[in-house]
């Protein structure tokens, strides 16, 4: 299996548990998805090379969506972050050569990996996978 067709099995088990303590992570994971929707959809609809003075509106309305969802996107991983601090999120290192190897991480150790390992975050109550980072595709 090569490296970007072990991202995408990684990535098509990306899901939410029903865990209470991750609870505010999925209402942020959701209103995430939402919002990338609306933006997309301002995208499909608007010319952002060039702009037209009747899409003044539409053009303000994609701006406040888009500050909203960088703003989300910020919240969601200092979540992710305070929940790996409260032990309620582990990261996993993968390995694509050896895929049943896994590795867990501290944040700490993060800095010394390299930069284009493999990661999840998964709950630690029930271990569902929960995100899949690689900094190739970020």
């Avoid at 959701?30 to 539409?58: R, S, T, V, Y």
Wanted: net charge negative; proline share 3%; glycine share 2%.
């Amino acid at each position: 299996m090569s490296k970007e067709e072990y991202i995408e099995y990684l990535e098509g088990k990306n899901n939410y548990c029903n865990c209470p303590q991750l609870t505010f992570l999925v209402e942020q994971g959701k209103k995430i998805k939402n919002l990338e929707l609306i933006c997309d959809d301002f995208n499909a609809e608007l010319d952002l090379e060039n702009p037209q003075k009747k899409d003044l509106d539409k053009l303000l309305d994609y701006r406040k969506k888009a500050k909203e969802l960088n703003q989300s996107v910020e919240s969601y991983s200092k979540t992710i972050t305070s929940l790996i601090n409260k032990r309620d999120l582990v990261l996993v290192l993968h390995d694509y050569d050896f895929p049943l190897e896994t590795i867990q991480l501290s944040l700490s150790s993060l800095s010394r990996i390299p930069e284009d390992s493999i990661i999840t975050t998964n709950c630690a109550h029930c271990e569902q996978q929960i995100e899949s980072f690689c900094e190739d595709y970020l």
